[in-house]
């Protein structure tokens, strides 16, 4: 089962005793502590994460809605996407889950 982030932010702390600071809509870490992971959605931090169109595997299409893939597989098919649709997916995210790491790094 996998999280993300409801709230503006949240730090989760990391099996190896680090910690990460993740923003609102991203996915958690498998590497998170189960124990802070339990306690963030128990103080309204976390929630489950909806069901995708990425468990197939197959990753972003050309007119894909952002908010339905993680930061990672939206970065990853903006790298080879056409100015027009790197313009289309970022107004999107912009209007949809408004991801800080997406929105920030586009500027």
């Known amino acids: 089962m996998s999280y993300i982030v409801k709230e503006a932010a949240a730090t989760v702390l990391l099996e190896n005793a680090g910690r ?17 992971v339990a306690r963030l959605v128990k ?11 990425t468990s197939d595997g197959e990753g972003m299409a050309e007119g894909s809605d952002p908010g ?12 080879g996407a056409s100015e027009e649709e790197k313009t ?11 991801r800080p790491s997406l929105v920030k790094a586009s500027s």
């Open 68 to 79: 339905d893939f993680t930061v990672k597989e939206v970065q990853a098919y903006l790298a």
């Open 43 to 53: 103080e309204g931090y976390l929630t489950e994460a909806p069901e995708t169109a």
């Open 88 to 98: 289309r997916v970022l107004a999107a995210e912009a209007d949809g889950k408004n």
């Open 20 to 36: 990460t600071l993740l923003y609102k809509g991203e996915t958690v870490p498998a590497s998170a502590d189960k124990d802070d």
